[in-house]
């Protein structure tokens, strides 16, 4: 049965420079979409993944990322904002990867929109009021 | 047209105060001219909701049943320690304190999710808090251990006393290094990837009242929701910064330290905060009144973002290693169009303070002075000015060996 998924790998330190995407879609005949990649030398990487494939392939290609030591997350969470938490603040503006909060220049609110959210969660940790929540 | 605080009082009471914020001002004075508005605006408020890590609270948390001398003895509050160099039971919460378990840094960068900007934030919203003691036990204050949950309600005082908040405008912090930076200006993105700065600008209180003219010991102000005020300057109060011709330091320079009944105060303006790979603090909401005593005082309530300048920091290297370098000024109207040019490069920015809040805060302060439930106070002293002579010290150190 051939699938589409959406996922999200963050990619240790070691593994950055590995071409693992290339062996993603070369041994487990998966096509694959970048959504979204940050990859900055000597740090963690970031990738957003659409896979298309067979499910087969698609389970043994997800078993592989895993023991490379990958963590996959899937695009079937949610990351939501704690409306009483949040001060509009506006520190998760720059910290988005794809401007999923934008400031409404008469007010300066803060705008989140979870349709721009790629759920790579870099905004839970950087929000100084802990405002962001991962949702499963 | 010169008004007295007493004047604006009698005003007040009678419900006829005219009270603007320091946002609204900018129009009236654009509209009206300065020295019309100075005839009929009585106060303008100002407000600020930013981390302040310089905070903390007095608590006298009552005797217990045998006594115990906290003093000298160890006290932990959900967990984070409290200073107790103090009588039997006054302890000292401050809101960088963490928990002793807390892995801090260990695992870098560090979450800091609770400390004791958190504990103030929970007592306040009048949850019990759970305090554990061990003490040495004396004659009098025979007791060693104390295991109990206390509550707002319950101890004898509670006092939010901050030693320093309010600083009169502040770096804008960015990253020229090639790896992020956890810093306490938030996370900073390598190639200068990002530029944070923390400021209330035009509607900040000391912004508005750069040579500190009204603000001086003994203001009433918006504390944490409840009133509360100038205690003192803050530490590392700087008067003599450069100045722009509009008076407005362009370098962080004033300070206020601040004072309040904490029992009064409300959660939802002092939160505790968490900066990532850097610490845990609060953030306090601050609203201070400005009496427009005078042409002059009004001028300077009027200052706009386009006013204000500030310098850009390089926290990867300047700022750790105590360089004086910058790398150039903007202006907070700049900072506030999301992009600033560092340089050569176009750099996003973002802040740490809220302005919607410190909106809110200024409304609120003139909705109190309006209803006529706040009176302005006369100042105790001034703050020190220019003319005091401060100057900013740093630690220069020296060796122990031999003495």
């Keep these: 049965m051939a699938i589409s998924r959406r996922i999200v790998l963050h990619f240790p330190e070691r593994l950055v420079e590995q071409p693992i995407i290339c062996r993603l879609a070369r041994d487990f005949n998966l096509e694959f979409n970048i959504l979204k990649a940050a990859v900055t030398p000597n740090e963690e990487g970031l990738l957003v993944l659409e896979l298309n494939g067979e499910q087969k392939d698609y389970d043994r290609g997800i078993q592989y990322l895993t023991e490379t030591g990958i963590r996959i997350q899937s695009l079937s969470q949610n990351v939501i904002r704690n409306e009483e938490r949040c001060t509009h603040c506006g520190a998760c503006i720059t910290i988005c990867p794809t401007g999923a909060f934008i400031i409404e220049p008469s007010t300066r609110l803060v705008d989140f929109s979870d349709t721009k959210c790629i759920v790579c969660g870099l905004c839970i940790k950087a929000c100084p009021l802990r405002a962001m929540e991962l949702k499963f | 047209m010169a008004k007295t605080i007493a004047e604006i009082n009698e005003k007040i009471r009678k419900g006829q105060a005219v009270v603007v914020t320091a946002e609204k001002i ?14 009929e605006v009585d106060v303008v408020t100002t407000g600020t909701f930013g981390p302040m890590c310089s905070s903390g609270a007095f608590l006298n948390i009552g005797h217990s049943k045998p006594r115990i001398k906290l003093g000298g003895g160890k006290v932990y509050l959900n967990d984070v320690p409290v200073y107790t160099g103090l009588a039997a039971v006054d302890i000292f919460l401050g809101v960088t304190a963490l928990p002793e378990d807390d892995p801090r840094n260990k695992f870098y960068p560090g979450e800091f999710n ?14 019990d808090i759970r305090l554990v003691a061990t003490a040495y036990g004396t004659d009098c204050y025979p007791r060693k251990k104390l295991e109990t949950l206390i509550n707002i309600r319950d101890i004898n005082e509670a006092v939010l006393f901050n030693i320093r908040n309010a600083y009169q405008n502040y770096n804008v912090a960015v990253n020229l290094s090639d790896r992020t930076r956890y ?59 450069l100045r722009r011709d509009n008076g407005v330091p362009r370098r962080p320079a004033g300070t206020l330290s601040v004072i309040g009944d904490l029992k009064q105060m409300k959660p939802e303006w002092l939160r505790g905060t968490s900066m990532l790979g850097y610490g845990s603090t609060i953030t306090v909401g601050i609203g201070v009144p400005i009496p427009i005593l005078s042409e002059e005082i009004l001028r300077y309530t009027a200052v706009k973002d386009a006013d204000i300048i500030t310098p850009i920091v390089d926290y ?3 700022y750790p290693q105590r360089k004086p370098d910058i790398l150039g000024e903007v202006s907070y109207a700049r900072l506030k169009s999301g992009r600033i040019e560092v340089q050569g490069k176009e750099v996003p920015t973002a802040s740490l303070s809220s302005y919607p809040r410190a909106v809110e ?7 109190w002075i309006q209803k006529g439930e706040f009176l302005l106070s006369e100042l105790v002293a001034p703050l020190p000015g220019v003319e005091s002579g401060i100057t900013f010290k740093n630690l220069e150190e020296r060796p122990i060996e031999g003495r």
């Design chain 2, 26 to 39: 900018i129009e009236v004075v654009e509209e009206k001219g300065v020295k019309r508005a100075a005839e």
């Design chain 2, 114 to 127: 609770y400390g004791g900007g958190h504990v103030i934030e929970e007592l306040v919203a009048g949850k």
């Design chain 2, 183 to 241: 810093t306490y200006m938030g996370v900073l993105k390598p190639n200068l990837g990002n530029a944070n700065y923390s400021t209330a600008g035009q509607l900040s209180p000391l912004l508005n009242d750069p040579y500190y003219k009204t603000i001086g010991i003994g203001t009433k102000i918006f504390l944490g929701g409840g009133i509360g005020y100038v205690a003192w300057q803050g530490t590392q109060h700087n008067p003599n910064v």
């Design chain 2, 316 to 318: 990867s290297e300047a």
């Design chain 2, 361 to 367: 805060i200024a409304q609120i302060l003139k909705e």
